[in-house]
């Protein structure tokens, strides 16, 4: 019965934690050691909250995690970061973030069912949106969790087609309009949730949990 479960890898994208290197628009609040900081802080509780997804069990779906590293988690910017066994780490390919997302999700669907591609920089992203993405799959082509500055935090697919990744001006206000509007040029369905906020600029901040800062 088990064997019969639809398999959905959940593929998080993410830099390793490095002064310089991630969360730049947060430096001149932060610092440049200060958003490396938050940057690890987020990237943590992300790969906990997968991790919670992953162990609970599920009469529907099984789980399996994926970080999508950068650079190659054999490099020492990563040793800070204590990955789960469970967690399968590989090494994002060359090209733009779209190139990059759709590499990894036509891979994973060649081993699943479903992939969720996921960043590290939402903490209203927890287990239980991962649940929801994961059974909307079930029933649905897509799924999103769209972000307040017009991106998106979240996205499901059962199926692939690249023209959901090219030429898509990314960290604009336009990518998820530009991605449902491709979504359903492919003729597939989606599932969405409300809006929440990631974690990208100072004002960004006071959405951060009480305590993070």
Same mark, same amino acid.
């Given at each position: 019965?088990?064997?019969?479960?639809?398999?959905?890898?959940?593929?998080?994208?993410?830099?390793?934690?490095?002064?310089?290197?991630?969360?730049?628009?947060?430096?001149?609040?932060?610092?440049?050691?200060?958003?490396?900081?938050?940057?690890?802080?987020?990237?943590?509780?992300?790969?906990?909250?997968?991790?919670?997804?992953?162990?609970?069990?599920?009469?529907?779906?099984?789980?399996?995690?994926?970080?999508?590293?950068?650079?190659?988690?054999?490099?020492?910017?990563?040793?800070?970061?204590?990955?789960?066994?469970?967690?399968?780490?590989?090494?994002?390919?060359?090209?733009?973030?779209?190139?990059?997302?759709?590499?990894? !999700? +036509?891979? %994973?669907?060649?081993? *699943? #069912?479903?992939?969720?591609?996921?960043?590290? &920089?939402?903490? /209203?992203?927890?287990?239980?949106?991962?649940?929801?993405?994961?059974?909307?799959?079930?029933?649905?082509?897509?799924?999103?969790?769209?972000?307040?500055?017009?991106?998106?935090?979240?996205?499901?697919?059962?199926?692939?087609?690249?023209?959901?990744?090219?030429?898509?001006?990314?960290?604009?206000?336009?990518?998820?309009?530009?991605?449902?509007?491709?979504? !359903? +040029?492919? %003729?597939?369905?989606? *599932? #969405?949730?409300?809006?929440?906020?990631?974690? &990208?600029?100072? /004002?960004?901040?006071?959405?951060?949990?009480?305590?993070?800062?």
């Amino acid at each position: 019965m088990t064997a019969t479960k639809p398999r959905i890898i959940l593929q998080l994208f993410a830099k390793a934690p490095r002064a310089g290197f991630v969360k730049t628009r947060l430096i001149p609040a932060l610092g440049a050691a200060g958003a490396a900081a938050l940057a690890k802080r987020m990237l943590e509780n992300t790969l906990a909250e997968c991790q919670r997804a992953l162990v609970q069990v599920n009469d529907d779906y099984r789980l399996a995690v994926e970080l999508w590293a950068a650079p190659d988690i054999a490099a020492p910017a990563w040793a800070a970061i204590q990955l789960p066994i469970s967690i399968k780490p590989l090494s994002q390919p060359v090209g733009d973030l779209g190139a990059r997302m759709a590499t990894a !999700a +036509e891979q %994973g669907l060649q081993r *699943a #069912e479903g992939i969720i591609l996921l960043g590290s &920089d939402c903490p /209203a992203i927890t287990a239980v949106s991962l649940q929801w993405a994961a059974k909307a799959l079930l029933s649905h082509d897509s799924c999103m969790i769209p972000t307040f500055d017009g991106g998106y935090a979240l996205l499901g697919l059962r199926c692939f087609s690249p023209h959901l990744f090219a030429d898509i001006a990314w960290s604009t206000d336009t990518v998820a309009s530009v991605t449902r509007q491709r979504i !359903a +040029e492919c %003729g597939m369905s989606l *599932a #969405e949730q409300a809006k929440v906020h990631d974690i &990208d600029e100072a /004002a960004d901040l006071l959405h951060l949990p009480k305590g993070w800062l």
